[in-house]
């Protein structure tokens, strides 16, 4: 099992910065890549960023230039650093972990999502 803890959301106004973090924790698990999906009120569920265990970064159109994803592989934590936020980011931002389990099982888990609110 793997426990996925958010934090650094808030409230920030348009052309701010926000960095959220997060870290993974359990046992017998070995990270392929973590990310981040957003979700806001009457859109579908978007992905952000993404890195592999690689260190190789994937964006969302959206958000390319302006967002950059990193890990700490020795703390099994990833950071999203958002800049020049916009009206349009606001949501709740949710990180997950591919995995590969002790047992050889792929397996996808997620956090429970920390707010991003940036006011019109």
């Known amino acids: 099992q793997v426990q996925l803890v958010e934090s650094g959301g808030g409230l920030v106004q348009a052309g701010g910065s926000l960095r959220l973090s997060c870290a993974a924790s359990?046992?017998?698990?070995?990270?392929?890549?973590m990310g981040w999906y957003r979700r806001s009120p009457g859109k579908q569920r978007e992905p952000v960023a993404s890195i592999t265990k690689d260190g190789n970064a994937d964006y969302a159109d959206s958000v390319k230039g302006r967002f950059t994803i990193s890990r700490d592989d020795a703390k099994n934590t990833v950071f999203l650093q958002m800049n020049s936020l916009r009206p349009e980011d606001t949501a709740a931002y949710l990180c997950?972990?591919?995995?590969?389990?002790?047992?050889?099982?792929?397996?996808?888990?997620w956090g429970q999502g920390t707010q991003v609110t940036v006011p019109s």
């Open positions: 997950y972990a591919h995995v590969r389990s002790s047992s050889g099982l792929f397996l996808f888990y």
């Open positions: 359990g046992t017998s698990f070995s990270i392929n890549a």
